[in-house]
């Protein structure tokens, strides 16, 4: 399924096509895909706002395969294999954001699904590098949103400071958002988690209280405690002053969002930010987030809620994720996925 060009994702702009199989190169291992993701960042990049570097292009970068494929000198992995792809392709290796281990700020970085064809097709390649084990326990389906969501919002997690007994505030319950509640109950048992979801959106409500939200509320709610630290998962501006005057003195806002929709009013700096109040994003990830990140997810476990859709259907899984009616997340399935 290819984007030939930037448009609306109700045009259902994707088509079917055939092309070639890709042919791993030199360390490189070519995956048969089994299932892939979908998620906001495809919105993006569809309608303009995070354009691909080439078209057409193969988006979807939470792929789930099997090994089919080893180019010259790739050793790492075996044909028959069970690995995951995510939104880190390559990175340069010597600038000083790679150094430093932040490969997820490298200028010279490339995205799956935007810099290289990803997932919404029958096959794929990447560096043996940037290809991880996925954990037994999970089908093809319910790792694919792992790769992302779940990646990504382990990062946001961890970049939150949240520790045991403090109160964390999530903005926007879909796929991240449903995936780190699992972990932020586990590793931090006595802590407290709200939830803030759009008053319309009763289903994702219900996800949030069987998940072990301590309170559920509208967005531009405020909530029975002061927040410790809150990430806002939405795609749009109008949260973040919310967020940022329910937390706590010292508080801290991650943004987990590549781009968004409409602007963030603007800020009152003594209900917003003084105090000592932090706002920060999450962008991209590490080899290290999802190499980190998928044990864990086994250990806990988590359970993704999945809605599945076969690959000649991903506008339609698009149109639904754009209009929030996906209940955690929605996931191409591919022939010979389980
Ligand atoms: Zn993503
Ligand atoms: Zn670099």
């Not at 045009?11 to 791993?24: F, H």
């Not at 409500?205 to 630290?229: F, M, Q, S, V, Y």
């Not at 590490?286 to 476990?301: I, K, Q």
Request: aromatic fraction near 8%; proline fraction near 7%; charged fraction near 25%.
């Amino acid at each position: 399924m290819v984007l030939e060009k930037a448009s609306p994702v109700e045009e259902r702009p994707l088509k079917l096509v055939d092309m070639p199989d890709p042919v791993a190169g030199p360390g490189q291992i070519r995956v048969s895909v089994h299932a892939c993701g979908v998620c906001h960042t495809e919105i993006d990049e569809i309608e303009g706002r995070l354009p691909p570097s080439r078209y057409p292009m193969v988006l979807g970068h939470e792929i789930v395969g099997v090994v089919d494929g080893l180019g010259p000198g790739a050793k790492t992995f075996s044909e028959g294999d069970r690995v995951g792809i995510a939104w880190i392709n390559r990175a340069c290796g010597r600038c000083s954001f790679c150094a430093s281990g932040a490969e997820n700020l490298c200028d010279d970085a490339g995205w799956t699904g935007k810099d290289a064809d990803g997932g919404y097709a029958a096959y794929t390649v990447v560096s043996e590098d940037f290809a991880y084990p996925i954990p037994g326990r999970f089908s093809d389906v319910e790792a694919a949103p792992l790769l992302c969501a779940g990646v990504i919002g382990y990062r946001a997690l961890t970049r939150s400071g949240l520790d045991d007994g403090g109160v964390l505030g999530l903005y926007g319950f879909g796929a991240s958002a449903h995936i780190v509640i699992q972990i932020a109950r586990y590793k931090y048992p006595n802590g407290k988690v709200f939830v803030f979801s759009r008053r319309n959106r009763e289903e994702h409500r219900e996800l949030a209280a069987r998940l072990g939200a301590e309170w559920i509320g509208a967005t531009e709610d405020t909530p029975p405690e002061k927040l410790d630290c809150a990430i806002d998962f939405t795609p749009v501006g109008e949260t973040v002053p919310h967020a940022l005057r329910n937390l706590q003195k010292g508080g801290r806002l991650v943004i987990n969002a590549i781009r968004k929709r409409t602007p963030i009013p603007e800020l009152e700096y003594a209900q917003h930010l003084w105090h000592e109040k932090e706002l920060t994003s999450v962008a991209n990830v590490t080899r290290w987030d999802a190499e980190e990140f998928l044990p864990l997810a086994a250990e806990v476990p988590i359970v993704p809620a999945v809605e599945e859709f076969l690959l000649e259907a991903a506008n339609d899984a698009l149109v639904l994720l754009k209009e929030g009616r996906i209940q955690g997340a929605a996931v191409l399935r591919l022939m010979g996925g389980r």
